[in-house]
C-alpha cells in the first residue's frame, strides 16, 4: 500500500516546517452548490410559469450576480467575524497571563494532565509551554475554546464563495444562451453534472471513494433543485 508520505527523519521535518496551509474546499463546495441550485430554481420557475427566454436570461444573470455578492459578503463577515473573536480571546489570555501567570501555568499543567502526562514529564512539559508566550497562548486557544491557529482569510473565502457560485451557477443558463432544443432538460442534466462534480472534486479530502462523494452531492443538490423545480411548477397556475 502507497503511503501518502514519507516518515524518514529528513521527511518528517520538513513537512512540519512548512507553513500550515489554509483549505477553502468548504467555501467552494457551498458556493458551487448554492449557484447551481438557485439558478437552477429561477429557470424552472420561469420555465414553469412559461414566461419568455428573456425573462430567464434577465433573471438568471441577476441572480448570478446579486445572490452571488450576497452569500460573498455574507461570508466575509462569517470568516471575518471568527477572527475577531478569536483575536479578543488571544488578547484575553495574553492579559490573564500578564495578571495572573500562575493560574495560567496551572491551566496548562491540567491540560497535559488530562492527555496523560505525569511527575517530571509533566513539569518538563509544562515548563516548556508557558516558555513561550505565543505558544501559551495558541495552546489555550485550541484547547480551551477549540479555535485553531491556522485561520481562513475572509477576503480569500468571499472570493472563493462568489467564484464557485457564479461558475457553477451559470451551468443551468448555458443551454439557453446558447438557444438549445429542449433547453430545460438539458439545464436539468449539466445542473446534475454539475452537483456530480463538485462531489468528485470533494472526494480529493475525504476518505469516500468519487462516485459515493459524488453520489451524495448529487442526491442533496437534487433533491433542493427538485424543491425548486415544485415550487415553480405550482406557481404556474397562479402566475398564469
Request: aromatic residues 8%; proline residues 2%; contains cysteine.
Amino acid at each position: 500500500m502507497k503511503l501518502e508520505h514519507d516518515h524518514s527523519q529528513t521527511a518528517i521535518r520538513a513537512r512540519l516546517a512548512e507553513e500550515t496551509s489554509v483549505n477553502y474546499l468548504r467555501d467552494w463546495v457551498y458556493g458551487s452548490i448554492d449557484g447551481a441550485v438557485t439558478t437552477f430554481a429561477v429557470v424552472s420557475g420561469v420555465v414553469g410559469a412559461q414566461l419568455s427566454l428573456r425573462v430567464i436570461l434577465i433573471l438568471g444573470v441577476a441572480n448570478l450576480l446579486a445572490d452571488g455578492f450576497s452569500m460573498a459578503a455574507g461570508n466575509y463577515s462569517a470568516t471575518k467575524s471568527e477572527l475577531d473573536d478569536a483575536e479578543r480571546l488571544r488578547e484575553i489570555e495574553r492579559k490573564h497571563i500578564r495578571q495572573v501567570p500562575e493560574g495560567e501555568r496551572e491551566e496548562i499543567r491540567q491540560i497535559l494532565i488530562a492527555k496523560g502526562l505525569r511527575g517530571h514529564t509533566l513539569e518538563e512539559a509544562t515548563d516548556a509551554i508557558t516558555s513561550n508566550e505565543e505558544l501559551w497562548i495558541n495552546t489555550m486557544l485550541a484547547e480551551e475554546y477549540g479555535i485553531s491557529p491556522v485561520s481562513r482569510n475572509p477576503l480569500r473565502s468571499a472570493l472563493v464563495t462568489f467564484s464557485a457560485f457564479f461558475l457553477c451557477g451559470a451551468i443551468p443558463l448555458l443551454p439557453f444562451i446558447l438557444g438549445l432544443g429542449d433547453a430545460f432538460v438539458i439545464s436539468t442534466l449539466l445542473t446534475a453534472a454539475a452537483f456530480f462534480l463538485t462531489g468528485m472534486v470533494k472526494s480529493r479530502w475525504s476518505l469516500a471513494p468519487w462516485w459515493r462523494s459524488g453520489s451524495e452531492t448529487l442526491l442533496i443538490g437534487g433533491l433542493a433543485a427538485a424543491v425548486s423545480y415544485g415550487v415553480g411548477y405550482l406557481l404556474r397556475g397562479v402566475v398564469g
